[in-house]
């Protein structure tokens, strides 16, 4: 025995002297941390998120990785909870190079200044407004802003002509507060009137009441802001009263979660959707490509085309990885910096990052679709928005 333990030094020495040292060295990986709902009212959400992020970290390594390393991702369950997000934070910040997470506005919201407080890099997938304005150095979010979403449905809303609408909002949703905010401080500028302007909570079973009013109302159209559970309860309940008021749903229905439960009675409602979600409508070019590097894959390995949550994931993950490579280091510093000067396209859209821009989209990388056969497919409208802007990227 004792005359291993010269040996075993040496070894160690030897694993030292080739970068084995305690700052980082080649052979060590990259460790990507990723926060989001794996059980909790979110769970379908973060659940997805959580396989495209997994899917860019195969692709990557399979390409040899980041600077020489493997990439590691350190997962972490909030459970739908603001608490538990900070309790998930505060156990793998010391192990991990940068943050992707969560998934659930308040969680987000939550951990954020943490992030900031560590100059930890970190990309949101919540769209809450309130995570870049006002600016964090460190806070960068992945998702269009609720208030993009916002401006994309007042566009559409325009061009059919119609003048007035309701809207009807999750009061305890970070995300559709954030989104309703949005819609009321922009309508007067696509001359918009709001006839029906109705906050619920995440628990409501019961929207009638909602229906009733809008039915009493001269509006031309429903919007419904909600995240989960809502907006497959509301939509199956707005089919029940026989509203013929049309139903115009946000990106958070824009998915198999809210496509399988509704069924049949999804037929023609209205959702809006990331890109990405529709990429087999775009023109062949370069936005298209990158679609497909993560949609293709995603189906064959799942069996269903990956949802608008899932789009998330994998363009946070392409954002790091490239942030990473230009700041040729993990140094946390110069990744916020390869951040701040960022110009890429991922499934998402094209993002610009800037020192005074942390959300890096605009509202045109947003599709507003209506469902047929079981699938969301781009209105005229949106198809030629949609060809205007892969044009000009």
Request: proline share 6%; hydrophobic share 40%.
């Amino acid at each position: 025995m004792r005359r291993l333990l010269p040996s075993l030094v040496c070894l160690a020495l030897a694993a030292t002297a080739c970068g084995g040292d305690s700052g980082g060295g080649a052979q060590d990986p990259i460790k990507v941390g990723l926060i989001v709902s794996l059980t909790g009212n979110y769970t379908p959400l973060g659940s997805e998120d959580k396989k495209a992020v997994e899917l860019a970290v195969e692709q990557v390594n399979a390409q040899g990785g980041l600077l020489g390393r493997k990439v590691e991702l350190v997962a972490r369950d909030d459970k739908t909870a603001p608490d538990q997000g900070i309790v998930a934070y505060n156990q793998i910040k010391g192990d991990i190079d940068v943050l992707i997470g969560p998934v659930f506005s308040n969680s987000a919201l939550a951990v954020e200044p943490l992030a900031q407080r560590d100059k930890m890099p970190y990309l949101s997938l919540a769209p809450a407004q309130e995570q870049v304005e006002p600016i964090k150095s460190y806070i960068f979010v992945t998702p269009a802003l609720s208030s993009m979403y916002a401006e994309r449905y007042l566009q559409y809303i325009q061009a059919k002509g119609i003048k007035t609408i309701a809207v009807a909002w999750d009061s305890k949703s970070a995300y559709s507060v954030s989104g309703h905010k949005s819609m009321v401080a922009l309508a007067p500028k696509y001359g918009v009137k709001i006839a029906v302007d109705e906050p619920y909570e995440t628990t409501t079973s019961d929207f009638s009441p909602l229906f009733t009013h809008v039915r009493d109302s001269a509006a031309e159209a429903l919007v419904f802001w909600g995240s989960g559970a809502p907006g497959v309860t509301a939509a199956k309940q707005y089919v029940a009263s026989g509203l013929k008021t049309p139903l115009f749903l946000t990106a958070s229905q824009a998915s198999k979660l809210w496509l399988e439960p509704m069924g049949g009675a999804a037929e023609g409602m209205t959702v809006q959707s990331a890109i990405g979600v529709v990429g087999e409508y775009l023109p062949d070019g370069k936005q298209k490509q990158i679609i497909e590097q993560m949609a293709k894959p995603y189906q064959q390995k799942h069996g269903y085309p990956p949802p608008q949550f899932a789009q998330d994931g994998y363009s946070a993950s392409l954002l790091l990885f490239e942030a990473i490579k230009k700041a040729n280091s993990t140094d946390k510093a110069k990744v916020q910096q390869a951040l701040e000067t960022m110009d890429l396209v991922t499934p998402n859209g094209r993002f610009r990052y800037s020192p005074t821009d942390h959300s890096g989209l605009s509202p045109e990388f947003i599709s507003v679709n209506t469902v047929q056969n079981g699938k969301f497919v781009p209105t005229d409208w949106a198809k030629e928005q949609l060809a205007k802007t892969v044009g000009a990227g």
